[in-house]
Each structure stands twice: as structure tokens, then as C-alpha cells.
């Protein structure tokens, strides 16, 4: 079972906010030891980004910011100082026998301490030592930081996510959650198993280099391939798709919902559940392409068609009709939904301070898996580590 891969496993984390705490919490998750050093008085910022918070059952002034409980399930907790020299002898020697370390620091901050990847390498040669940092290692802007928001715009994913100009709301928008920090996390993973793996091989470690910005232009995937091969910025275009149509959120006369076209076949089902079959056997918009080209004038078409029926009216046939389609729900219809329950998605685990905590399963794992670690207090660990 997966969540057993990393049994032995030691992985040190001295990351903070989300990025790097997304990687170790997934390495926990896969059966690793992740023991996260933090500053014994401030610990990692999220602790504090809050509310809401999970509030200790036992009647103590303990608390958990929810943001912090999103990441670090699963971790042990030591309070090591590493700006004065004892604590950076304590985590010396952790990381001699580490087989991770994985930080966040601005370039050259662990250096100034005898932290860096050199220096831990020449006691520890097996270690792999992973930085994730806003602009990487190296390069003009190196000494930078920088939080997902900015990167969500620099490297471009704002430049066409929102409303196009001359709609209402028009400009560029962010997306709800910080999907930089948490893609930089997945990639962070990958990298890291991946030189696990390449270790076996070698017996070496190696320093990975793991940059915001660069996970931001990788990010843009299709839009980014469509700018390289057409030489046009991608245009905001708010809900609809930039290749694929009509692929996009209509009103039906009882609320929302998205209709998701992805072939010439799904588009002819639809017309014929719409009672519009001209539409697909007219020229505008018999390919995708086709339709693409001539949006403005399917999309003005269907708006007029969907509000003459209820959503579920419209969601029943398009079941029996095998076209795509989704709701627009909220989180708590989000964790209602019966295929969301079925799958288990939301599990908890049982802390001695905090009491009972909800956390979202690892979709990596199996909707079975063994109880789940909670996240730590600030320190809780540092005596048994």
C-alpha cells in the first residue's frame, strides 16, 4: 500500500506557508518520517493565518489555524533555533542521518548558518536537499521573494483568467486558492521521489532546485503551447474555453451549471437534447473549430436556450445523452455529494490536545487508508526527536 512506500524515510522541513509543506505533507502521507523544525516561539507563519480555527477540546488555550491543518498533517514538530549556533549544531546532526531536507529560504539564508546544500552534502552525501525558492538558484532575480499571488500574475496565468474587456467585472482575476504554492508543492514531490529513486541507483543525493516562477509558466500548459505556436497572447475569455466550445457556464432558469463539449459527437447529443439540431448541422459550427471560430454567435444562441428549462431538467437528459456536464457547488455541497462521501474524501484524525480534526483524504492514496496523523503543536516533539 502506498501509504506505507517511505517507511524509513527521514525527511527534515524547515518550509513554511504552503509550497514546501504541500511536498512534505504529501511524503507524510506515503509513509515518511517528516520532522518539521520550526522557531520555538513563532513556528511556521500559518499558524497564525486564520480564522477559522480548531479550538483544543481540552479546555486549554491551545489553537490550529485551518490553513495550517491544510499542510502538515502527519509531521512531528521540534522548536530548533538555527540562528545561534547550538541550534544549528542540533540540526547538523538531524540532518546526518536525514534522507530529505526540504527549505524555503531566500537564496543564500542557510548558508549563513553552515545549512546550505554544501555543506550538509560533505556530512551526508546521500542527502537530498531540496530548495524551493520564488525565483530559483540562480538567474538576475534570484535574491527575491515572492508568494504565489505574484507569481500567479508574472507568469502569466492572470493575464487571461476573468472577464473579458468590455464585460462587467472586466480585468484580470486570481484563482480562489493558491495554486501556484500547491502545484510548486506536487512538482516539489515529484522531484523528490524521483531522486529517491535515482539514489538507489547512484547512492548519491543531490540539491534540487525547485522555483515558484518557473511552476507558474509551466502551468499555463495549453495557453502557454497556443501563445509559442500562434505568436497571440491568450485572450481572458471568463468561464469559456480557449479551444474547445461550447465549453463553458450557462444560465438555466433555476441557476448554473457547465456544459463541457469536448467533440463533434457530444456537441450533435446536445443539439438533439436542446431540440436544436440545426445548430449541429450548421456550417458555423458543424467542428470544433468551426465553433471556435464563430463563438460569439453559439454562445448568444444557447444562452437563449437553456433558461426555458430547470437545471435538473436539463441534467437528466444529459446524463441519458452522455453529455458532459457539471454543477457549481459550494464546499458543503462539495462534501455532501454522495461520490465525494463514497470516495471518503473527508476523514479526520484524533489529537490528544486538539480532539477530533477534518481533514481532505490524499487523493494519491486509497478511500481506505490507515488513520490519519494529525498535525502537530508548535514544538510538540521536540523532546522524543
Known amino acids: 500500500m502506498l501509504h506505507r512506500a517511505l517507511e524509513g524515510v527521514r525527511v527534515l522541513d524547515l518550509s513554511r506557508i504552503l509550497a ?9 502521507d506515503l509513509g515518511a518520517d517528516v520532522v518539521k523544525v520550526e522557531h ?38 521540534v522548536g530548533i533555533d538555527y540562528s545561534v549556533p547550538e541550534g544549528a549544531a542540533r540540526l547538523l546532526e538531524l540532518a546526518r542521518d536525514a534522507d530529505v531536507l526540504v527549505e524555503n529560504y ?28 520564488g525565483f530559483g538558484q540562480d538567474g538576475p532575480m534570484a535574491d527575491k521573494p515572492g508568494y504565489d499571488y505574484v507569481f500567479q500574475g508574472m507568469g502569466g496565468l492572470m493575464s487571461y483568467t476573468g472577464q473579458p474587456d468590455g464585460s462587467p467585472g472586466a480585468g484580470p ?4 486558492v493558491a495554486v501556484v504554492d500547491v502545484s510548486t508543492g506536487m512538482y516539489a514531490t515529484s522531484a523528490v521521489l524521483a531522486a529517491l529513486y535515482q539514489r538507489q ?12 516562477l518557473d511552476v507558474a509558466v509551466a502551468l499555463n500548459a495549453n495557453q502557454g503551447a497556443n501563445y509559442l505556436i500562434s505568436g497571440d497572447n491568450p485572450q481572458r475569455s471568463g468561464n469559456a474555453h480557449p479551444n474547445c466550445a461550447p465549453y463553458e457556464v450557462f444560465r438555466c432558469a433555476d441557476g448554473y451549471l457547465i456544459l463541457a463539449i469536448g467533440n463533434d459527437a457530444q456537441f450533435a447529443r446536445f443539439c438533439e437534447v436542446a431540440g436544436r439540431g440545426d445548430l449541429a448541422a450548421d456550417p458555423r459550427y458543424i467542428t470544433n473549430s468551426d465553433r471556435i471560430g464563430n463563438i460569439a454567435s453559439l454562445r448568444a444562441a444557447l444562452t437563449d436556450v437553456f433558461p426555458t428549462r430547470a437545471r435538473e431538467d436539463w441534467t437528466r437528459a444529459f446524463d441519458a445523452a ?32 486538539m480532539g ?14 490507515q488513520p490519519l496523523q494529525p498535525p502537530p503543536l508548535l514544538g510538540e516533539h521536540t523532546g522524543g526527536v
Open 356 to 369: 477530533t480534526i477534518s481533514m481532505v483524504r490524499n487523493p494519491m492514496l486509497p478511500a481506505n487508508p
Open 322 to 353: 452522455g453529455v458532459p456536464w457539471g454543477p457549481i457547488n459550494t464546499m458543503e455541497e462539495v462534501f455532501a455529494h454522495p461520490q465525494v462521501r463514497h470516495r471518503r474524501m473527508q476523514q479526520t484524525a484524533e489529537h490528544p490536545v
Open 106 to 133: 531566500k537564496v543564500g539564508t542557510l548558508k549563513r548558518y553552515g545549512l546550505d546544500y554544501a555543506s550538509l552534502k560533505a556530512v551526508n552525501p546521500r542527502l537530498i536537499y531540496l530548495s524551493i525558492t
Open 173 to 176: 482575476l486570481r484563482t480562489g
Open 201 to 212: 541507483q547512484t547512492g548519491e543525493g543531490q540539491h534540487l532546485d525547485i522555483a515558484l
Open 40 to 77: 520555538p516561539q513563532r513556528g511556521d507563519d500559518t499558524r497564525g493565518w486564520g480564522p477559522p480555527y480548531q479550538i483544543a477540546e481540552d479546555g486549554s488555550e491551545q489553537r490550529m489555524s485551518a490553513y495550517f491543518i491544510s499542510c502538515n498533517r502527519g509531521k512531528r514538530s
Open 20 to 28: 514546501g509543506p504541500w511536498c512534505t505533507q504529501n511524503l507524510a
